[in-house]
């Protein structure tokens, strides 16, 4: 069974930096497009930044453009998401996504993702 597993989720004060990782239990995702959505409590499951199968084309949400960087390393099966200048708004579950399809270009809607990770907390303190 395909499997996503992220890490690297913690506390931090407002303005740290913390690093996702997500690693991918089978080899074939490396041609996947994937992504970084969160969930706040009581809010719906929102994209965040998404990076397509070459790592050559990214996408990201508004309000955190040039904070955070969504990066992958196929030879490790992996996708990070560098986070900095981090905010309290900041603060949720974060989820690791593949899309359905291989080779496809970036998405913000979540019906195309059909690969999902367990979540990782990142809470940010003011």
């Known amino acids: 069974q395909v499997q996503l597993v992220e890490s690297g989720g913690g506390l931090v004060q407002a303005g740290g930096s913390l690093r996702l990782s997500c690693a991918a239990s089978e080899r074939t995702f490396t041609t996947y497009p994937m992504g970084w959505f969160r969930q706040a409590p009581g809010k719906e499951r929102e994209f965040v930044a998404a990076i397509n199968w070459t790592g050559g084309g990214t996408d990201y949400l508004d309000s955190v453009k040039g904070r955070f960087t969504i990066s992958r390393d196929n030879a490790k099966n992996s996708v990070f998401l560098q986070m900095n200048s981090l905010k309290p708004e900041d603060t949720a579950v974060y989820y690791c996504?593949?899309?359905?399809?291989?080779?496809?270009?970036?998405?913000?809607?979540?019906?195309?993702?059909?690969?999902w990770g367990q979540g990782t907390q990142v809470t940010v303190s003011s």
């Open positions: 996504a593949a899309r359905r399809r291989a080779y496809g270009d970036v998405q913000r809607d979540r019906a195309m993702y059909g690969y």
